[in-house]
């Protein structure tokens, strides 16, 4: 750990009225405690194994208890670092990014929420949807954790629960495979409850956005940010005219713009975003893209344990088909593992999925041996 801030402190009615004014579930009988919020800058790894540091929000219940269960969650795609978990500042207009970590605090747990790279208050660029570097912050933000706990007097559970929203669902699929491999032979993995994560982009996710399943301004936001946090990391073009029409698209990826600047800024469709030769990269990846995919791909080929799996689903998520967790679930199976997918409703969209499967993994992860 570099440094640690305390960021507020809030009593179970005042967590329970940022959730209301977020639309998350605010029950007071799984919602009981207090809960202090810190902001973590640790040490950590950038995509290609080099020194780094990371931030990320820790959420502790306001309670005597000295040992902790603690909850990793791993949050959905943010475009402005200043959105992230430990630097969104204004609760009452912007709950959205802390309101999971509040919630797991407030039933006892203690949330671990990495910023992940580039956002937040770590440097450089976000590279979106690298998984890699997205397990490494959450596995060293439990680290940082661990240290912070020790430091007020606390210790932690080494049994982890782990959980995601979206971008972050494969992350925490990712997380639980380097838990279930021994990557801190100090933590193993208690449960996993990934939210609406697309866990496959070469069979799903791709064709959904190339088909206009995934409407707009998402389809084109994810299309543009998949392009542009690859070729960073893959050089997949030399330059942005390459792949899109108009070339200043790449500069929306900067982490300044705020999300109605960034919104403002896109095409109107895909066909205005891509040009042929970006649209044909998509529809046919190779070489370097091709195994990138593949790397991101991956996250639900673990190996068999004992930690139950759940992989939560709206029913009206238009964003992030089904099939992704179909193809998680059918994974996981092949491997040995119990995993079964729960349907958060027929009227839960891809963002109300957030709000539905935290209330749903803070209940199951309260029946996996929590703090009640």
Do not use: K
Request: charged content about 20%.
């Amino acid at each position: 750990m570099v440094s640690s801030e305390r960021l507020r402190v809030l009593s179970a009615a005042q967590v329970r009225a940022v959730l209301t004014a977020s639309g998350f579930d605010a029950d007071p009988a799984v919602l009981r405690s207090g809960v202090a919020t810190y902001r973590l800058v640790y040490r950590t790894i950038d995509p290609h194994g080099r020194a780094s540091t990371a931030s990320g929000l820790l959420a502790l219940p306001d309670t005597d208890t000295r040992r902790l269960r603690v909850v990793s969650y791993t949050h959905g795609t943010e475009i402005a670092r200043a959105d992230a978990p430990s630097t969104a500042t204004d609760l009452a207009a912007d709950g959205w990014g802390q309101a999971p970590a509040l919630t797991y605090a407030a039933a006892g747990f203690a949330a671990a929420a990495p910023d992940y790279l580039g956002l937040g208050v770590g440097p450089g660029p976000h590279p979106w949807m690298d998984v890699p570097s997205e397990v490494s912050a959450a596995l060293d933000l439990l680290r940082a954790t661990r240290a912070f706990a020790a430091s007020q007097g606390r210790t932690v559970d080494p049994r982890v629960l782990v959980t995601g929203f979206s971008q972050g669902a494969s992350a925490a699929t990712g997380l639980a495979t380097a838990l279930r491999t021994g990557a801190d032979a100090s933590l193993r993995l208690a449960a996993l409850a990934p939210v609406s994560g697309a866990y496959d982009w070469r069979s799903v996710e791709l064709p959904a956005l190339l088909d206009g399943r995934v409407e707009w301004p998402y389809g084109v936001a994810y299309t543009a940010y998949l392009l542009v946090a690859f070729n960073r990391l893959h050089h997949l073009y030399d330059s942005p005219a390459e792949v899109f029409r108009d070339p200043s698209v790449e500069a929306l990826f900067d982490g300044e713009h705020s999300g109605p600047r960034f919104v403002a800024g896109l095409p109107a469709s895909l066909d205005a975003l891509l040009t042929p030769h970006g649209a044909e990269l998509l529809r046919h990846p190779r070489g370097r893209f091709a195994a990138a995919l593949a790397v991101a791909d991956a996250t639900c080929s673990t190996p068999p344990g004992p930690a139950p799996v759940r992989l939560y689903v709206g029913g009206a998520d238009t964003q992030v088909p089904r099939a992704n967790s179909e193809h998680c679930r059918a994974a996981l199976r092949g491997h040995g593992v119990d995993a079964s997918i729960v349907d958060l409703g027929a009227g839960v969209d891809h963002l109300g999925s957030n709000r539905a499967g935290t209330a749903a993994a803070v209940r199951w992860f309260l029946t996996s041996g929590g703090p009640r």
